[in-house]
């Protein structure tokens, strides 16, 4: 009872024991950065990674940072998590965000530039080409760049155009050859249609390197072509970001689908919020695209390098350098139980399925609509859908079975940041085939990846479900680490109903069998399985929480956390991105661990254990613990019953917390840093693992494929 009552006495609105979300948010990057910097990654990889790094920064100015110079401008006095005013965050995030870019290009220019030469592979400037490959470039620029460009000038009849959220553009000071005088204004916009890396052709024989020049370097050095009659002053690239945060009034807009496509069109102009420049630029150039921008000095990025680094990606891209990439990892293995083209419903009849992607194909979920969509017993298909691939193959099973006749009710979430136009076209054209489409709820985005196939057999009615971690995004499945459960259990059964009449009218069950749901009862049940865990302690009994997702900043949940870790519960998260709970505090977290792992694929997957006095239990989720994901949005928590498969969720759950090559643990100042201690006696890459064991259990009969999955701490 004394850890009890010291408990009560701590004040969990302390902000010194909450780490503010944007900065926990840069930390995360700065994960994704080291492995751009690990010498164990092929050079590729690592290049990839510093792709990642911007791509990542691109969308936290759009909307973070956006949303923070909001809040000031709306004159929002309420403090965060951490006791940070909006503009005190404001301040702290740019003054991180200007280092970690510095420390980008860092990495870029003294790292991997040089490698890239050692690996026979030069990003050049124009100016250093000659003969046949200055030739070349020159020609090029005649024939496919010259005739796509709009070069755009500035004077009194022509105002300062509006420069697109994310483009590339050149600026320029020019000056008349003949008459007036004083200095014009023009600039060109790098067109996104052509590719940004030129390859110059390459003889293997003859040259001992392979050169690129990068496509606004192209254009920069032919400005005088597009100008005839101006002296060209000085030139440099430009890049703006905009906010690009809708906002969207549902109670006041009669058709949402119309609305979010009208905010699609005004997210590319929205008020510029960065301006990323050249080292060097002009000093005039610079203040006058700032002054028009309306961009604020510390808003200004001044960069040594290439603008916009995710053109790395496509360096990956380039032919003739896998041996420069990562081969360890396998393709998806197939899932035993689905093996010989069983008879999908029969399988899951035979019990439930727990699915680990990208380790185990995702093309089971994939079978599973296409085969409902066949299948003349099969009556009705629900499905929600968050964010699918550009080329759906689900999307054209639903399509399909809405044209055999069958019932088909899709819940497209069209406030999916950044889906949005994708969605909106999906949902038109499930509508022409003949689908029920719903476009989600006032208030709320549905975030829950759940599918009902309603079958008759028989033996009466029966239902299929299918609940995951993840998307129905056969792309991103391939890239991203999730759970997914088939199960044909009536009590899910019902509860899968219960959850599409509750999203397509305004039908609320009084209870449920399995399922918690978001936003009206998720939250307090997080809340009472910690609480729970809290007593058992308390009580003598085992105590443990293994928590992982990729993001915790609920302040409720936290606080519970707290108690519970004061009350003796070892609690061990393991939280991929945002984190703002604060691990190993003395008397407050010091039972708390919490660990990030960075690697090969994203880690996306929300799983959760619960000792409950010796009697665990095991869960999967599609929320993270956050209070947009437990009060603003449509989620889904659902238990893991079978005995087979909570062995293969601890099992996940226990490599990843040995995981010494790819995870980075946090100190009591909310500091990560990569584990390089050997505690476990191997070097334990859980990625690599999972995917190993993934195709070994693979290639088992079905009666022999649980043997890998035998958990060797597990204390039931």
Not at 33 to 39: R, T
Not at 106 to 113: A, C, D, P, R, S
Not at 145 to 162: E, I, K, N, Q
Not at 288 to 315: H, Q, R, S
Request: net charge negative; proline share 4%; with cysteine.
């Amino acid at each position: 009872m004394r850890k009890n009552k010291e408990a009560k006495k701590l004040n969990f609105d302390d902000p010194k024991l909450y780490i503010n979300r944007e900065l926990s948010w840069i930390s995360f990057n700065e994960r994704v950065l080291s492995e751009a910097v690990d010498k164990s990654n092929p050079l590729f990889e690592r290049l990839k990674f510093l792709s990642i790094t911007a791509s990542n920064l691109d969308e936290f100015f759009m909307v973070r940072v956006a949303s923070l110079i909001d809040m000031i401008n709306a004159d929002y006095k309420k403090l965060d998590i951490s006791g940070m005013t909006a503009t005190e965050q404001l301040d702290a995030v740019l003054k991180s965000l200007h280092k970690f870019v510095d420390r980008q290009y860092e990495i870029y220019n003294e790292q991997l530039l040089p490698l890239l030469l050692d690996n026979g592979l030069k990003i050049c400037d124009p100016s250093e080409l000659r003969g046949g490959d200055a030739d070349y470039v020159s020609r090029y620029f005649d024939e496919y760049v010259y005739p796509v460009l709009t070069p755009m000038a500035v004077d009194s009849s022509r105002p300062f155009p509006l420069i697109r959220n994310k483009s590339l553009n050149i600026g320029a000071l020019l000056k008349k050859k003949e008459g007036k005088d004083g200095v014009d204004f023009a600039t060109v916009q790098v067109p996104d249609v052509l590719p940004r890396i030129i390859e110059i052709p390459y003889d293997e024989e003859a040259d001992d390197i392979r050169k690129v020049v990068l496509l606004e370097k192209v254009i920069q050095d032919n400005m005088d072509k597009l100008f005839l009659n101006y002296d060209i002053l000085t030139t440099a690239p430009y890049r703006v970001g905009r906010n690009a945060d809708l906002s969207i009034d549902e109670d006041e807009a009669e058709d949402l689908l119309k609305e979010i496509e009208k905010q699609i069109k005004l997210r590319q102009w929205g008020q510029a919020i960065r301006l990323e420049v050249n080292e060097g630029m002009d000093p005039k150039l610079l203040n006058l695209i700032a002054e028009d921008l309306g961009v604020e000095k510390n808003e200004i990025y001044t960069i040594n390098g290439p603008l916009d680094l995710t053109f790395l990606m496509k360096m990956y891209k380039l032919e003739g350098f896998d041996h420069l990439k990562e081969h360890r990892y396998k393709a998806p293995a197939a899932v035993p139980e689905f093996n010989n083209d069983k008879d999908i419903f029969e399988v899951i009849r035979n019990g439930d399925v727990l699915m680990h992607h990208p380790y185990e194909t995702f093309e089971n979920v994939v079978k599973f609509v296409e085969r409902a969509a066949v299948d003349p017993d099969v009556l009705a298909i629900k499905q929600t859908l968050y964010r699918v691939s550009g080329n759906s193959p689900i999307i054209a099973a639903l399509a399909k079975a809405a044209d055999n006749g069958k019932q088909v009710t899709v819940l497209v979430e069209l406030k999916a940041r950044f889906d949005e136009e994708n969605n909106i076209v999906w949902a038109k054209m499930l509508e022409k085939a003949g689908c029920h489409v719903i476009y989600g709820l006032v208030g709320l985005k549905t975030h829950c990846k759940i599918t009902l196939v309603v079958r008759r057999e028989e033996d009466g009615i029966k239902r299929y479900v299918h609940l995951a971690t993840g998307n129905y995004n056969d792309s991103t499945a391939k890239q991203y680490t999730d759970v997914g459960l088939f199960t044909c259990a009536p009590a899910f059964g019902e509860d899968a109903t219960a959850v599409f009449n509750m999203l397509s009218g305004y039908s609320e069950p009084l209870g449920w069998n399995k399922l918690s749901i978001a936003p009206l009862w998720l939250k307090d049940r997080i809340l009472d399985l910690i609480k729970r865990e809290e007593e058992h302690a308390l009580a003598g009994e085992p105590a443990r929480i293994i928590a992982k997702m990729n993001s915790i900043c609920h302040k409720d949940v936290i606080a519970a956390l707290y108690r519970a870790s004061n009350a003796g519960v070892k609690i061990d998260l393991i939280v991929r991105g945002i984190c703002c709970l604060r691990a190993g505090v003395p008397g407050v977290s010091e039972n708390i661990t919490v660990r990030s792992i960075v690697g090969n694929f994203l880690e996306h997957s929300r799983i959760f254990y619960f000792e409950n006095g010796g009697s665990p239990e095991y869960y999967a989720s599609s929320a993270d613990w956050m209070p947009r994901n437990l009060e603003r949005r449509v989620e889904i928590l659902f238990p893991i019953e079978n005995d087979k498969l909570r062995k293969k969720i601890w099992h996940i759950l226990d490599v990843e917390l040995k995981d010494n090559k790819k995870a980075h643990v946090m100190d009591s100042e909310g500091r990560f840093s990569k584990i390089t201690n050997d505690e476990f006696g191997e070097d334990i890459n859980s990625q690599l693992i999972f995917g190993l064991e993934a195709t070994e259990k693979a290639k088992l009969p079905t009666t022999q494929n649980t043997r890998v999955f035998v958990p060797e701490t597990h204390n039931t």
